[in-house]
């Protein structure tokens, strides 16, 4: 009886640990079971996005906004063009053709030969994305006395330019700067960037701001516009029959925008700068009337009313004496002004500056 009892002290700890032991394992196999059913129920959701029906009524989404990115999830993104893979290239080679010819290849200048080398490129630069015949390039570069082998020696030339422009080209490929065209040779406008372009952008820019009232931005694009001038314009070609004519238009460009600059700096109220850039002007281009005109108004506004008619009546002179004409209407109504000390003549603010 004793060892009954003895045996069932023993064995009611060990059938408590048993069954506790035996809990554990079932809660351990609930969790488990638990975590399933919430991983599969997740996966479910993101599977389904926001509109997976669960029973409940759905509150309908806000209108989006008509600038609004945002997409539902689940919904593919609107196709839109790849960029595109090339983009346009920057000019491989830099050509500064006011003045003597230079050339700037990645960034540094580089040695263009000898004169008559030059002289060649100065002649393509002069009709960019144009082809000039070999026949004209060899008149042109002996002024119309070719030596018997002038066309090798063009031929040379123009090998040792497209190494001197593409210095990194392969062997036996085809040039992308200085290319055959037919039976003449062409500079490529997409390969080659030349300061004239600039300069007639610039200088376009500067007189549409001085219409538009803006005489200190107009002023800083003349500057930038005749900073580009270091001479004559395809200095080693400009007596060529195919270069003088667009030389003579770009000379009479770079002299107009000596004129807008001045009037520019009357516009700005710098009167006193503009009568000392004006009188070196007027000085080197006597028949100018633009130049003369604006002289006489910058020398009144500077307070110098008797030299300001003088200039007027010395010009007045000059024409009838060389060309046998009379001032333009102008010159004449601005004389007349400058004696009754118009109000119009004063120097008024810009209409920002009134408001």
């Known amino acids: 009886m004793a060892n009954d009892r003895a045996t069932a002290g023993l064995a009611g700890p060990r059938s408590a640990q048993a069954w506790r032991i035996a809990e554990l394992e079932r809660e351990v196999r609930e969790l488990r079971r638990t975590n399933t059913l ?26 989006a906004h008509p600038q609004d990115t945002r997409r539902p999830a689940g919904e593919r993104p609107p196709h839109r063009p790849a960029p595109h893979p090339h983009p346009a290239p920057a000019p491989a080679v830099v050509l500064r053709c006011l003045g003597p010819i230079e050339a700037v290849v990645g960034g540094r200048p580089v040695d263009l030969g000898s004169p008559k080398q030059r002289a060649l490129l100065a002649l393509l630069a002069s009709a960019v994305g144009r082809p000039v015949a070999c026949d004209v390039l060899v008149e042109e570069l002996w002024a119309g006395s070719p030596p018997p082998a002038a066309l090798s020696s063009l031929h040379a030339y123009v090998a040792n330019l497209r190494r001197v422009l593409e210095p990194h080209r392969a062997p036996r490929t085809r040039p992308t700067v200085l290319r055959t065209a037919g039976r003449g040779y062409l500079l490529e406008r997409r390969s080659v960037d030349v300061d004239v372009d600039r300069f007639t952008e610039r200088a376009a820019l500067a007189w ?53 600059r001045c009037a520019a700096l009357l516009a700005a109220g710098a009167h006193e700068i503009a009568v000392a850039d004006l009188e070196a002007f007027v000085q080197d281009h006597p028949l100018r009337e633009y130049g003369c005109e604006l002289l006489g108004l910058a020398l009144y506004r500077a307070g110098r009313q008797a030299e300001a008619l003088a200039v007027l009546r010395t010009h007045q002179r000059r024409l009838a004496r060389e060309l046998g004409i009379d001032p333009r209407p102008a010159l004449q109504r601005l004389q007349q002004q400058i004696l009754h000390h118009a109000p119009s003549l004063d120097l008024r603010p810009p209409l920002a500056a009134q408001l």
């Open 38 to 63: 919430l991983r599969t129920y997740v996966a479910q959701r993101l599977d389904a996005g926001p509109h997976h029906d669960t029973g409940r009524p759905r509150t309908p989404a806000p209108p």
């Open 208 to 260: 549409q701001l001085q219409d538009s009232g803006d005489p200190h931005g107009a002023l800083r694009a003349f500057d930038q516009a005749l900073a580009l001038w270091r001479g004559p314009a395809y200095a080693e070609a400009a007596d060529s029959a195919c270069v003088r004519p667009d030389g003579a238009r770009l000379q009479e460009l770079r002299l107009s925008a000596t004129e807008g």
